[in-house]
Every structure is written in structure tokens, then in C-alpha cells.
């Protein structure tokens, strides 16, 4: 179990660097538009891969017996599915940096969610710079 637990947190950190590569090299379609549906397309994309990393990671940690969040005053509680739907719930929260405060990362969790909120912050970031780039460089 825990090799394949190790196994499924190494692709998914490995998924995670190729989005992100892959959006910083990324070029829109040349045309009309300055930012291709594509491009936008594949914002997405690496927001769900990383989404879906972090999850991974914490839901490891959690099978592994390393608490990474609690709801309310307790632990994160239930069946394996209703853990798996919290903690890609806190992802997703996370990564968007709405922090709805009902799920809260405790221990390790804290300093993973400092990291997945600072991604969550600069992929934005990273696609309008890319974008900007590939314009300077079409003008030149």
C-alpha cells in the first residue's frame, strides 16, 4: 500500500512540474486574438492537474496517519469517500484562495497549503506574462 501510495504522490508531483512547464512554454495560436481559447484551455487544465496533485498529497498523508486537516473542533472524519470529497474540496479551495475556513490544514497540512495557495497565485500570473511575451514578441 505504501509504495503505491508513494508511487501515486510521485506522478502526481511529476504531472504537476509538466503543467506547469507546459504553461510557462506554452505560445497562443497565431491570429486575431492575442490569447487563444487553447491557451486559456490549458490554464485550466494545469489548475485541475495541481488541484488534483495536492489532493493526492494530502489524502496520502492523511492514509499514512499524518492529520493534515481537521472540520470544526475534530479530525476529518467518515467513509474513504467522504474523505477523498473533503480534501479535493480544500484543494480546490485552497488553490483559488477563497479559504471558506471550514476545512482548516493543521501540522505539515499548513505549510502544503501555504505552497498550493502560492501556486494557485501565480498561475494567473504566469499565463498573463506568457501572454504578454508572446505579444512583445510578435510586435518586435
Known sequence: MNVLLSLALMMATIGTLVSILMLLRYRPIRGTHQVSLRHFALLLLVYMTMILSFSNLYLGLEMLGIEVLKEGNSHVE???NHLIVDIVYFSAVTMLSVGYGDLVPIGIGRFIAIVQALC???????FVVTSFL??????E
Not at 120 to 126: C, E
Not at 134 to 139: P, W
Open 78 to 80: 467518515g467513509t474513504v
Open 120 to 126: 494557485g497565485f501565480l498561475l494567473p500570473a504566469a
Open 134 to 139: 508572446h505579444v512583445a514578441n510578435k510586435e
